[in-house]
């Protein structure tokens, strides 16, 4: 008779919270539930840590992936990492399972049928690793489930399967740099009855959206829970208070489709009818029975609790398919905080991306300094740039000294999504002066002032009346396209339902700066041209794929030479040019022997965007290009790269240097449209640099010189029937901008993501109101502001 130690499958009864090193997070936590609580836990059993490293020494893996993961110097490198990785997978699906771990699994699943008087029931084969769910280390999501999975045989694949997802790509790198040994993490699968869902979700009894522990927060949308998990529809969302199971907040969001259970096993993507999917997934008195389960699951556990649940469509009961202890919230509770309701003021700035925030501040002086930087931190520095954008996408909160509303800072936190304060300098003290790493404070960046500790008050939500919002927003359709400014592909997907267009401007920058690290031209030199492509081609292939087929423009590399250089390995390869705004950037490096091979990765990787992974809907732009000869060249690469202007296939400039704009006419023949600037252009039109604090109250795009040039480029392009769009930031900031240039037949305005909705509303009411002077005859009359 074996041991629990010796075991290869253990039941849920049999199973205690603490058998962690048994089965893993996810199944002692269901065997916890099912042995220990009146959670309404799916029945099921578990395959052992200790079956897991069997099968690893029987077939012989385990001394190969040794080997494989020996040889993976970095695990920063995708590339390698994803190759590594594929292999490690194809060696454990190719090995056969040892006989008597086979009818071990075989044999349960047989006694599991037999329980519930069903031969060949259906059921969701679960990953639970050794090391997952714990209090300070989630691995939740790292590895892989399946669902409606049906016979012996299945189930025993499925397994193996689950075994393989211990070495998927994000697996291994989270247990990288968490500082885990990966002889030390084994698989557990969790065989689980299936609950045939009506409608699913998760619910957490801490408000993760601000570590309340005032409610609970429960989210559902129709089928199974699994595109609610991975963020494929936007679920409900309740808050119930804990002290009365009220419900405090109840937001009903369009849910169009839902991953059901196929009838022969497996599952697939359904439509959802109209009245269906703008209708509650549960009512309010599921609502109100699910935060009772909660409650008594947090109470048994002690902690605050992630939960996943089901509504089974055959009975109409709730199930509870998994529970794991909070990890994000949990850990912040540990740390003292120095709560105060004092509203002592530090700095004060302008505030350039709205929102509150709290937390410890991590001043960053130098972009050297970024590893010191931790998520959750608000990031203090004298300016950002493109190299601190991986610290700014872990920040909470940004604050600068210098910058204004359309500095880099700036554009970057309200695409992200952060608050965001800068200019501290000129409004106060600055506040990598003021402000020291380590201490506490709350930033208010709806009115640019941060302050010491948390204030309670504003870090804390106040009471809510319940409310009922059902999202059903309508926007007009326009003449005027509305693009979205793009930069991060990992945020493609979060803005991807937005009501735009498609993307204006995809800043090819931040793939560097947040996923390659390193300067072309070293990587060429080092013999990884291939990953160069690859890398490129995966990041923009993100944004084309979320937005598909809507049009995406990427924008060639727009890095200055000290931008250039902070790259890895850059140094050797960049000048030092004491004025970089105005040197080697943009065109000028595409067609120089000293860049040009660097250039043909760049059309190599938009090449298999477009042809391998077959998403025509990419386009690109030129940046910076100073003279006709430049684009002559430029376009001559690019035909001997294959990639020529069609009616697939569109080529734009960048409108940002007077030079585009006097010689307009000439630039037509080889582009088919522009997208004007508006920074470097207002810049370079008045001779004034934004980021120059002596002088930046002069910069502003409705001086009468950029209007002017604006209305000429649009006049001109148009005479040979090319478009011009908008990517500065000016009609974000100014409506009356926006204004201006639908007034003046601007084909496109591209925004960042957070003014995508406003800026759609704005260009509808003014396209009708002149539709309506046009209607009464008045017509549009030229001012000093618009005339040439």
């Given at each position: 008779?074996?041991?629990?130690?010796?075991?290869?499958?253990?039941?849920?009864?049999?199973?205690?919270?603490?058998?962690?090193?048994?089965?893993?997070?996810?199944?002692?936590?269901?065997?916890?539930?099912?042995?220990?609580?009146?959670?309404?836990?799916?029945?099921?059993?578990?395959?052992?840590?200790?079956?897991?490293?069997?099968?690893?020494?029987?077939?012989?893996?385990?001394?190969?992936?040794?080997?494989?993961?020996?040889?993976?110097?970095?695990?920063?490198?995708?590339?390698?990492?994803?190759?590594?990785?594929?292999?490690?997978?194809?060696?454990?699906?190719?090995?056969?399972?040892?006989?008597?771990?086979?009818?071990?699994?075989?044999?349960?699943?047989?006694?599991?049928?037999?329980?519930?008087?069903?031969?060949?029931?259906?059921?969701?084969?679960?990953?639970?690793?050794?090391?997952?769910?714990?209090?300070?280390?989630?691995?939740?999501?790292?590895?892989?489930?399946?669902?409606?999975?049906?016979?012996?045989?299945?189930?025993?694949?499925?397994?193996?399967?689950?075994?393989?997802?211990?070495?998927?790509?994000?697996?291994?790198?989270?247990?990288?740099?968490?500082?885990?040994?990966?002889?030390?993490?084994?698989?557990?699968?969790?065989?689980?009855?299936?609950?045939?869902?009506?409608?699913?979700?998760?619910?957490?009894?801490?408000?993760?959206?601000?570590?309340?522990?005032?409610?609970?927060?429960?989210?559902?949308?129709?089928?199974?829970?699994?595109?609610?998990?991975?963020?494929?529809?936007?679920?409900?969302?309740?808050?119930?208070?804990?002290?009365?199971?009220?419900?405090?907040?109840?937001?009903?969001?369009?849910?169009?489709?839902?991953?059901?259970?196929?009838?022969?096993?497996?599952?697939?993507?359904?439509?959802?009818?109209?009245?269906?999917?703008?209708?509650?997934?549960?009512?309010?008195?599921?609502?109100?029975?699910?935060?009772?389960?909660?409650?008594?699951?947090?109470?048994?556990?002690?902690?605050?609790?992630?939960?996943?649940?089901?509504?089974?469509?055959?009975?109409?009961?709730?199930?509870?398919?998994?529970?794991?202890?909070?990890?994000?919230?949990?850990?912040?509770?540990?740390?003292?905080?120095?709560?105060?309701?004092?509203?002592?003021?530090?700095?004060?700035?302008?505030?350039?991306?709205?929102?509150?925030?709290?937390?410890?501040?991590?001043?960053?002086?130098?972009?050297?300094?970024?590893?010191?930087?931790?998520?959750?931190?608000?990031?203090?520095?004298?300016?950002?740039?493109?190299?601190?954008?991986?610290?700014?996408?872990?920040?909470?909160?940004?604050?600068?000294?210098?910058?204004?509303?359309?500095?880099?800072?700036?554009?970057?936190?309200?695409?992200?999504?952060?608050?965001?304060?800068?200019?501290?300098?000129?409004?106060?003290?600055?506040?990598?002066?003021?402000?020291?790493?380590?201490?506490?404070?709350?930033?208010?960046?709806?009115?640019?002032?941060?302050?010491?500790?948390?204030?309670?008050?504003?870090?804390?939500?106040?009471?809510?009346?319940?409310?009922?919002?059902?999202?059903?927003?309508?926007?007009?359709?326009?003449a005027t396209k509305i693009m979205m400014n793009l930069g991060n592909p990992d945020l493609a997907e979060k803005y991807a339902s937005l009501p735009c267009d498609g993307v204006g401007l995809m800043r090819e920058e931040f793939i560097w700066t947040t996923f390659i690290h390193e300067h072309p031209l070293y990587m060429i030199k080092t013999g990884r041209a291939q990953d160069v492509i690859d890398q490129l081609a995966d990041g923009i292939a993100k944004v084309a794929r979320a937005l598909n087929p809507r049009p995406v423009v990427l924008r060639f590399s727009d890095f200055k030479s000290g931008e250039y250089r902070n790259l890895k390995g850059g140094e050797e390869f960049e000048p030092v040019e004491p004025a970089d705004l105005?040197?080697?950037?943009?065109?000028?490096?595409?067609?120089?022997?000293?860049?040009?091979?660097?250039?043909?990765?760049?059309?190599?990787?938009?090449?298999?965007?477009?042809?391998?992974?077959?998403?025509?809907?990419?386009?690109?732009?030129?940046?910076?290009?100073?003279?006709?000869?430049?684009?002559?060249?430029?376009?001559?690469?690019?035909?001997?790269?294959?990639?020529?202007?069609?009616?697939?296939?569109?080529?734009?400039?960048?409108?940002?240097?007077?030079?585009?704009?006097?010689?307009?006419?000439?630039?037509?023949?080889?582009?088919?449209?522009?997208?004007?600037?508006?920074?470097?252009?207002?810049?370079?039109?008045?001779?004034?640099?934004?980021?120059?604090?002596?002088?930046?109250?002069?910069?502003?795009?409705?001086?009468?010189?950029?209007?002017?040039?604006?209305?000429?480029?649009?006049?001109?392009?148009?005479?040979?029937?090319?478009?011009?769009?908008?990517?500065?930031?000016?009609?974000?900031?100014?409506?009356?901008?926006?204004?201006?240039?639908?007034?003046?037949?601007?084909?496109?305005?591209?925004?960042?993501?957070?003014?995508?909705?406003?800026?759609?509303?704005?260009?509808?009411?003014?396209?009708?109101?002149?539709?309506?002077?046009?209607?009464?005859?008045?017509?549009?009359?030229?001012?000093?502001?618009?005339?040439?």
């Amino acid at each position: 008779m074996r041991t629990r130690e010796e075991a290869y499958v253990l039941w849920f009864d049999e199973l205690r919270k603490e058998d962690v090193a048994l089965v893993g997070g996810k199944s002692s936590s269901l065997g916890e539930m099912t042995s220990q609580t009146k959670a309404p836990v799916p029945y099921g059993f578990a395959t052992t840590a200790h079956g897991y490293r069997y099968f690893m020494e029987a077939t012989g893996t385990n001394q190969k992936i040794h080997k494989e993961l020996a040889e993976l110097e970095n695990v920063d490198d995708s590339i390698a990492l994803s190759k590594v990785c594929k292999r490690i997978r194809e060696m454990i699906m190719a090995a056969i399972m040892p006989e008597d771990l086979q009818e071990a699994i075989e044999t349960a699943y047989d006694q599991l049928a037999e329980k519930i008087g069903e031969s060949d029931p259906f059921v969701a084969v679960r990953s639970s690793a050794t090391a997952e769910d714990l209090p300070d280390a989630s691995f939740a999501g790292q590895q892989d489930t399946y669902l409606n999975v049906k016979g012996k045989a299945e189930v025993v694949e499925k397994v193996k399967e689950c075994y393989a997802s211990c070495f998927t790509d994000r697996a291994v790198y989270y247990r990288e740099k968490q500082g885990f040994s990966h002889e030390d993490v084994a698989l557990s699968a969790a065989v689980q009855l299936m609950a045939f869902s009506k409608a699913a979700g998760v619910m957490f009894t801490v408000d993760i959206s601000n570590g309340s522990d005032e409610n609970i927060m429960i989210e559902g949308a129709w089928g199974l829970g699994e595109y609610v998990v991975q963020g494929t529809v936007t679920p409900d969302n309740f808050l119930v208070r804990k002290s009365d199971l009220s419900i405090v907040r109840k937001q009903i969001n369009r849910k169009p489709i839902e991953l059901v259970q196929k009838e022969d096993g497996g599952v697939e993507e359904r439509k959802v009818s109209d009245e269906r999917a703008n209708a509650p997934a549960i009512t309010d008195e599921q609502v109100k029975e699910l935060a009772r389960i909660a409650l008594a699951i947090e109470k048994h556990y002690g902690c605050y609790m992630d939960m996943e649940w089901a509504v089974d469509r055959r009975d109409n009961q709730i199930k509870i398919l998994q529970a794991r202890p909070e990890t994000v919230w949990s850990r912040k509770k540990k740390e003292k905080s120095t709560m105060t309701t004092n509203h002592h003021v530090l700095v004060k700035g302008l505030p350039a991306s709205p929102g509150v925030a709290a937390g410890k501040v991590q001043v960053i002086r130098n972009p050297d300094d970024m590893d010191q930087f931790k998520a959750g931190d608000i990031l203090v520095t004298s300016m950002t740039s493109p190299d601190l954008v991986p610290a700014m996408k872990k920040a909470v909160a940004i604050i600068t000294d210098a910058g204004g509303m359309t500095c880099h800072a700036s554009i970057v936190s309200r695409e992200l999504g952060i608050p965001c304060v800068v200019g501290t300098k000129s409004r106060s003290q600055s506040a990598t002066d003021v402000l020291k790493t380590g201490m506490e404070v709350t930033v208010d960046a709806r009115n640019g002032i941060i302050y010491e500790g948390m204030v309670t008050d504003l870090v804390k939500p106040k009471e809510q009346k319940q409310e009922t919002i059902v999202q059903a927003e309508y926007f007009a359709p326009t003449a005027t396209k509305i693009m979205m400014n793009l930069g991060n592909p990992d945020l493609a997907e979060k803005y991807a339902s937005l009501p735009c267009d498609g993307v204006g401007l995809m800043r090819e920058e931040f793939i560097w700066t947040t996923f390659i690290h390193e300067h072309p031209l070293y990587m060429i030199k080092t013999g990884r041209a291939q990953d160069v492509i690859d890398q490129l081609a995966d990041g923009i292939a993100k944004v084309a794929r979320a937005l598909n087929p809507r049009p995406v423009v990427l924008r060639f590399s727009d890095f200055k030479s000290g931008e250039y250089r902070n790259l890895k390995g850059g140094e050797e390869f960049e000048p030092v040019e004491p004025a970089d705004l105005l040197g080697w950037r943009g065109a000028s490096r595409y067609y120089d022997p000293r860049y040009i091979e660097g250039f043909k990765l760049e059309l190599r990787a938009v090449k298999k965007v477009r042809e391998e992974f077959g998403l025509i809907n990419l386009h690109c732009m030129i940046p910076f290009c100073r003279t006709v000869s430049e684009i002559q060249k430029i376009t001559a690469i690019m035909q001997s790269e294959e990639l020529v202007r069609n009616d697939d296939f569109k080529l734009y400039l960048m409108a940002e240097i007077p030079s585009n704009i006097i010689l307009a006419d000439q630039f037509n023949p080889y582009v088919d449209g522009y997208s004007i600037g508006s920074n470097d252009l207002t810049m370079l039109l008045l001779g004034c640099d934004r980021n120059n604090e002596g002088i930046s109250s002069l910069f502003d795009e409705r001086n009468l010189a950029v209007k002017r040039a604006i209305r000429h480029l649009i006049e001109t392009a148009h005479q040979d029937g090319k478009t011009v769009s908008i990517c500065g930031q000016a009609p974000s900031v100014y409506p009356e901008f926006a204004q201006f240039l639908v007034q003046n037949d601007i084909d496109y305005i591209s925004v960042n993501p957070d003014m995508v909705k406003t800026t759609k509303k704005n260009v509808a009411s003014f396209e009708q109101r002149l539709i309506l002077d046009a209607a009464t005859g008045k017509g549009r009359k030229d001012t000093e502001d618009t005339a040439w």
